[in-house]
Structure formats: structure tokens, C-alpha cells
């Protein structure tokens, strides 16, 4: 055999294997004949596999492409797990999406990255939003989070549970002591998992926020800076940790993701948790009462609000294709039909109206009830995604001992960003 | 390697030619000039492509300033190793770690030990026994670490309904909810999914092991203690030194084991330095990075350990 015919494949090879470390990404610019491609990084927000979110977004994007043929959108799908490491590679690559619909905006409004919102949607577009939700995108007096869907906790019982245990369902629990009571009864009626508090890493930030705002706590001050170990956060999780201690929970609440605890309610092995819409479709023909938050004292019944946002990047410059395309997906018919097959709550007027008008949306209604009364996480500060990413990992310790936890969290809190 | 003229030729090979002529030598091409580089080449390019250029970008991001989006912010000089050493949690990572990896490995080498020594023997249905210690090596191990944790889960593990039917337990019990009953769970496991490919390194070396040595010893009156301990285990050292080593590197680098079943929770407690390095991915890459190149820098010391090992293995034979 001829050496030379040895050499080449393998030096192919080779080749091969550099050119393949360097082409993943890319594919946004303009062709030459005068069609844009822009890249669209969204958020997968089916669940197990099921009706995928890659699915509605394929059909905004055919029917948006027939209206403007000269724009071409490229879209990428990602779970929540992976999103955010993905993104960050992406931009640490300089490979940024033109428009990406994730869970933050802040940090990358803070490094100039972002086209501010007035620039990229029209003025009927914008005076859509709910006013209240429009600002929450703001970071220092200008808009780059555009709302895409919310959502809000409120108190979820087991119904049947709770007659299992001699107690009335339809009597909502008002202060902590209600829990408690209510929590002992269920664990002699035999219930596994009294209360639920999942504080595994998948949701720990909001689990442990909505306990907090029950107790007039919070993560930051008014002028926002870090409270983590305030005395208030270190009452909260010294109640959470008299739960666990007296059984009323599940064991390990740190060792406890969302996900499963949500599972573990829809077979009907949990009293009661703080619930969210997302579960309606697990929770259909299941006898259970959505209730307002109980708090600690009963004075308050504040509860933790959710955004997702979008945000389009400068670096391809296409403004106008991405204003182009956040117009047509943003129509009323795109964004009702999202929110009705997630179970999300809506960020515009005109989709708060009509789903609060449709017969087969009522579950949802008293949620967009208590939406404008909810808290919302630190959003505009760029340093919380960093902090939310280490209080989901280390506050489940602080059922174990509230002190030590909160201020090695706050200690981090306050070095992010520094 | 290659003289740039062809007039530069070694004394030696000069009284050769007087000796014995050739045709004269002709200007060589380019090609011949290069030597044995043609051939190298693709095996170092690979190399430098797919192992050092990452180790190069490893050490250079542990030395950057790279927020959550990605952003760089310049030099950080030694900042993320101070801030690394500075973690309260590192100390129990590593001291975890050494455990995690003293353990599995010890255990799996012992218990592989007396697996080997079974399979090794002529039995009814030795083949199909054989056959079923692949199965722990042939799943997939993220697989089998999603499958115990499941088993071992508070409300709908089957360990829990097995103890209580049986009467052991009188509650459900969250065996992975804290790190005294989840670590030696994540060792078991380990163990689990370590033992067919030591095994089976053994069993190769077994086979080797000539009959004549163990007829021998039976002459010389040798208890089967003292064959074990006198002919075998000597005779095994080989092939028990390579799956020592390579157990100890792949298990101090194991990942899925640990993620699959507890994701280094609760907090870090059962964290290895692999699994924390991915940890602390969510929030500081730099950070990150920093733990890469330490647990780099004890790979590394463990190569150099086995190269040392496998000389003193050549020259003992």
C-alpha cells in the first residue's frame, strides 16, 4: 500500500476534528440574496418529553416566515436544566442569539449586550403589556426584560386528605399554627408527607422566598441589597425546621426536588404544599382547593410571582427582523394559545382579558387574581442569577441550622458581582 | 531528524559506503526529508488538538473574570483559586473524595479478588454466571444510579416497602436525604458498577497463571492458604495493578454515580471534587476551572504513580 494514501485520511481526520470544534453554533447573517436568518434560543417549558415547546414555536415561525419570506428564523430549543450553562457558552464564545426567551435579564443588560425594548417592538406591542410587568423589565430607569409569560403560587390541599384527617378543606389555613395543626392531624391520619417543602436544588429560591414573604421577609431590603440572614429569614426557617424535626414533612426537605414532590401530590401522598399552575393538567379529576398563602402572624398572605423573559442581543444587529418577528409572536392568538397549553399566566392585556373571558380556562382565573399582589425575585439586579444559582444549591441546610446557612449565603451574596 | 544538505553524512556511514558503493545519492524530495513527521504528525496533532489545547483553555479560564452571562472581565490573576480555597465547603469535599475513593476502589479490588477466584473455577453453569456479571457493565451507569435512587426514594422507593413489610422499619425512611445514609449508599453502588471490569481483569490474569506452579506446590505439601498467598497473588500482581490503577482514576473522576443519585446534595455533602467542579458551573465558570485544574493536577499524580508502578512491574519480570 502507498504510505502517502495512509497519511492523507488520517491528516483528514484530523481536520475534521479541529473544523468540528469551531462550527458548532453559528448560522445567523445575511445570505446573498437578501434573506436574514436571526437566531432564536428559547426555553423548553414541556414536560417529560411531552407536547414540546419546539412544536409552537415551529408553527409561529412557518406562519411568520410566509408573511416576511426575506427573514428566516433559526430556533434552538433547550431545557431549563441546560439553558443557562448553554447560553453562557455561547455568549463566553461570542456566538450570542439575536433574540433568546430564558428566566433573566439583568446580567446581560448589565454588560450592554441588550437592545433596550423600545427598539425592538412596535408601539402597539408595547402598550399591550401590563404596566406592572412591562416595569419589572427595567434596570435603571430603561426596559430590556420583555415579559413573556408569569405565573404565581398559592396554597395547594389535598382535600381528601384533609377529611381523612377530621379537617374541613374548605376552611382555609390563616397563620402557621393552623399548619402545624393541620400538619399534626394529617401525620396521625397516617399521611406520608404532611407538608411539603421541596428545597432541592431544582426550586429551593422560590420554595424558600414564598416562606420568607410569609414572615414580611424577603432576599433583598427596599433599597435592594442583600437580607438573606435577616431575623426574619432566620425565624422562617427555624418554623421550617420545627416541621421537619417533628416529622411533619417530608424527611429530608433539602434532598427534595419540586418535580417529585408535585408527583408525589398527584398520587395523593402530600397534605398540602404551595403549588403553582403548572400542575392543573397532573391535577385534573383530583379533589383538591387552591387557597391563599397562610403567613406566619395571619396579616399577610403575600406570594411569589414568576416572570420569563425575552431579550434580543445587539451583537448581529438585526433590530428590525427581530422587531419584525417579537411583533407577530407577541399577537394576541400566539401568546393565548401558549398560556392555555402550559397553564402559564399572560403578560399582556389583551390575553389576560381573553383567557379570563373562556369558560374552559377557569382554573386559572384566581391566579391572574393575585398576580398583581405578588413579589417578585430581585429581577433587575445582575448579580441575582449568580446568587439564585447558590441559594439553590446550599439553603436546604438551613432546616438543618437556619443561622449558618443564611449567613454563608448572604457572605455570598454580598461578594457576587465584586 | 533531517539535514538540511545531503552532504552532511555521518563519518560511519561514510567508511560504509567506501566499503560497500552504492549508486550515488540523489537530492532527496521534501517528502523524504521531513523523516518519520508525515506519519507523526496526525497522532500529535490529535493530541494537541483534543488534549492539550483543552487543558490550555482550562487553566487560562481559571485565571479569568467571567460572570453569569459569560462575559469576560479580564484578569483575575490567582483571585478564583483564593476564593476556591476560601469555600468552607472544600475541606469536606476533599476529605469525602479521598474516602469515596479509598473505599470503592478497596472494596471492589477485594471483592473482585474473590469473584475472580470463583469464576476461575470449573462449575455447572459457570458460563451463564459469567455472562450476568456484564449486565452492571454493559447498562448504562447514569442508568443504574437514576434506577437506585428511585429504589431508594422516601414515597415511592421499593426499598422502603420491602423494610416495612418486613418489619425492620417502622416509618419510610429518605436514605439519600442526608449524608450519612447516602454515602455509603453511593459507595455501594460504585462498587456495583466497578466490579465486572475489574473482574474480569483479574480473571485474565488468573488464566495466565500456569498449572504446572499449582501442581508444585501440591507436591511441596502447600496449604491452599499458602497457594493463594505464595503462588497466586504473586503471580496476579500484574493484572491487579492495572485494574487498581485504572480504578482509582476512574473513580476519583466518577461522575454519574454521584450525580445520577444525589447531584452532590443535600448542599455538597456528598459532593466530589468532580461533582462539585460541575456545581460550581452554575454560577462561576472561573471558579469552576480553578477545581479542574487542581483535580487535573492529581490525575496527573496518579499517572505518574502508575508509570513508576508498571516499571517496577517490568522489572521484576
Redesign the interface.
Known amino acids: 500500500m502507498n504510505?502517502r494514501s495512509?497519511?492523507l485520511p488520517?491528516?483528514g481526520?484530523?481536520a475534521a476534528?479541529?473544523l468540528s470544534?469551531c462550527s458548532s453554533g453559528g448560522g445567523s447573517g445575511s445570505s446573498a440574496d437578501g434573506t436574514t436568518t436571526i437566531r432564536f434560543v428559547a426555553a423548553d417549558y414541556g414536560s417529560n418529553g411531552q407536547n414540546p415547546t419546539q412544536a409552537y414555536w415551529q408553527g409561529v415561525i412557518s406562519a411568520f416566515e410566509q408573511q416576511h419570506p426575506k427573514i428566516k428564523v433559526d430556533l434552538q430549543v433547550i431545557n431549563w436544566n441546560d439553558l443557562?450553562?448553554q447560553?453562557?457558552?455561547?455568549?463566553?464564545n461570542g456566538n450570542q442569539p439575536d433574540i433568546l426567551q430564558t428566566g433573566g435579564y439583568a446580567?446581560?443588560a448589565k454588560?450592554g449586550?441588550l437592545y433596550p425594548a423600545t427598539d425592538v417592538l412596535s408601539g402597539a406591542t408595547q402598550q399591550d403589556f401590563i404596566p406592572a410587568m412591562s416595569r419589572a423589565g427595567e434596570q435603571e430607569g430603561t426596559q430590556y426584560g420583555i415579559p413573556f409569560v408569569s405565573s404565581a403560587r398559592m396554597f395547594l390541599v389535598n382535600n381528601a386528605l384533609f377529611r381523612k384527617a377530621g379537617l374541613d378543606p374548605a376552611k382555609p389555613l390563616k397563620t402557621w399554627d393552623d399548619i402545624t395543626a393541620a400538619a399534626t392531624a394529617l401525620k396521625k391520619a397516617g399521611v406520608?408527607?404532611p407538608l411539603g417543602v421541596p428545597l432541592?436544588?431544582e426550586e429551593a429560591q422560590g420554595e424558600s422566598f414564598i416562606w420568607m414573604l410569609e414572615n414580611h421577609g424577603g432576599y433583598q431590603d427596599a433599597s435592594g441589597h442583600y437580607t438573606v440572614n435577616s431575623q426574619a429569614n432566620i425565624d422562617t426557617f427555624t418554623q421550617l425546621k420545627t416541621w421537619v424535626d417533628a416529622?411533619l414533612t417530608?424527611?429530608?426537605p433539602?434532598?427534595?426536588n419540586r418535580t417529585?414532590l408535585q408527583?408525589?401530590f398527584a398520587?395523593g401522598?402530600v397534605g398540602m404544599e404551595n403549588g403553582f399552575p403548572g400542575q392543573l393538567a397532573d391535577l385534573k379529576g383530583m379533589d383538591v382547593t387552591w387557597a391563599a398563602m397562610p403567613s406566619k402572624d395571619g396579616a399577610t398572605n403575600a406570594t411569589l410571582g414568576v416572570g420569563d423573559w425575552v431579550m434580543a442581543f445587539k451583537k448581529g444587529g438585526h433590530k428590525d427582523q427581530i422587531k419584525a418577528f417579537l411583533d407577530f409572536a407577541y399577537g394576541k392568538d400566539n401568546t393565548v394559545k401558549f398560556e392555555k397549553e402550559y397553564n402559564l399566566l399572560p403578560v399582556t392585556q389583551s390575553a389576560a382579558a381573553a383567557l379570563q373571558a373562556d369558560p374552559e380556562e377557569k382554573a386559572l382565573v384566581p391566579f391572574l387574581k393575585i398576580l398583581p399582589t405578588a413579589s417578585f425575585y430581585p429581577l433587575s439586579d445582575?448579580t441575582w442569577?449568580?446568587?439564585s444559582?447558590?441559594i439553590?444549591?446550599?439553603i436546604?441546610?438551613a432546616v438543618s441550622d437556619p443561622k449558618k446557612?443564611l449567613d454563608?449565603l448572604q457572605q455570598a451574596a454580598q461578594q457576587a458581582?465584586q | 531528524m533531517s539535514h538540511s544538505t545531503t552532504t552532511a553524512v555521518p563519518p560511519g556511514r561514510a567508511a560504509r559506503r567506501t566499503a560497500a558503493p552504492e549508486p550515488p545519492v540523489r537530492r532527496r524530495s521534501l517528502f523524504q526529508r521531513l523523516g518519520p513527521l508525515?506519519?507523526l504528525?496526525?497522532?500529535v496533532?490529535?493530541i494537541l488538538?483534543?488534549v492539550v489545547w483543552p487543558v490550555v483553555e482550562m487553566v487560562s479560564t481559571s485565571l479569568r473574570r467571567?460572570?453569569?452571562?459569560?462575559?469576560?472581565h479580564g484578569p483575575a490573576g490567582l483571585l478564583k483559586y483564593h476564593k476556591l480555597f476560601g469555600d468552607?465547603r472544600l475541606p469536606a469535599v476533599l476529605g469525602w473524595t479521598a474516602v469515596w475513593t479509598v473505599a470503592v476502589v478497596g472494596l471492589t479490588m477485594l471483592i473482585s479478588l474473590a469473584l475472580a477466584q470463583l469464576f476461575n473455577q470449573q462449575f455447572p453453569g459457570r458460563r451463564i454466571t459469567r455472562w450476568a456479571l456484564i449486565a452492571p457493565w454493559a447498562a448504562s451507569v447514569l442508568m443504574t444510579a437514576i434506577g437506585f435512587r428511585w429504589m431508594l426514594?422516601?414515597?415511592?422507593g421499593v426499598l422502603n416497602r420491602l423494610l416495612l413489610d418486613l418489619g425492620l422499619i417502622d416509618?419510610?425512611?429518605?436514605w439519600?436525604?442526608?449524608a450519612a445514609h447516602?454515602r455509603p449508599w453511593l459507595v455501594a453502588v460504585a462498587v456495583f458498577v466497578s466490579l465486572p471490569f475489574t473482574t474480569y481483569t483479574l480473571l485474565a490474569g488468573l488464566q495466565t497463571v500456569p498449572a504446572e506452579v499449582y501442581e508444585a506446590a501440591r507436591v511441596d505439601g502447600a496449604t491452599p492458604w499458602q497457594t493463594y498467598r505464595k503462588v497466586t497473588l504473586p503471580l496476579l500482581r500484574p493484572a491487579f495493578l492495572v485494574g487498581l490503577v485504572i480504578n482509582l482514576i476512574n473513580v476519583f473522576n466518577s461522575f454519574p454515580v454521584i450525580w445520577g443519585m444525589?447531584?452532590?446534595?443535600?448542599?455538597?455533602d456528598t459532593a466530589t471534587t468532580t461533582v462539585f467542579m460541575y456545581?460550581l458551573?452554575?454560577?462561576?465558570?472561573a471558579e469552576s476551572a480553578a477545581m479542574s485544574v487542581v483535580n487535573f493536577g492529581v490525575v496527573i499524580l496518579m499517572v505518574i504513580v502508575f508509570l513508576k508502578v508498571s516499571r517496577w512491574n517490568g522489572e521484576e519480570n
Not at chain 1, 87 to 92: A, D, G, I, L, N
Not at chain 2, 153 to 156: F, L, P, T, Y
Open positions: 504510505r495512509l497519511v488520517a491528516a481526520l484530523t476534528l479541529a470544534a443557562d450553562t447560553v453562557k457558552t455561547m455568549v463566553q446580567d446581560f454588560n449586550l406520608e408527607v432541592g436544588k416529622g417530608e424527611q429530608s433539602a434532598a427534595v417529585d408527583k408525589d398520587s401522598k445582575p442569577p449568580g446568587v444559582a447558590q439553590k444549591t446550599q436546604g441546610s446557612a454563608a458581582g | 508525515p506519519w504528525a496526525p497522532a496533532l490529535l488538538g483534543v467571567i460572570d453569569t452571562t459569560g462575559t469576560d468552607p426514594d422516601q414515597v415511592a416509618h419510610s425512611r429518605a439519600l436525604g442526608d447516602a444525589t447531584q452532590g446534595g443535600p448542599n455538597a456545581m458551573r452554575g454560577y462561576d465558570v
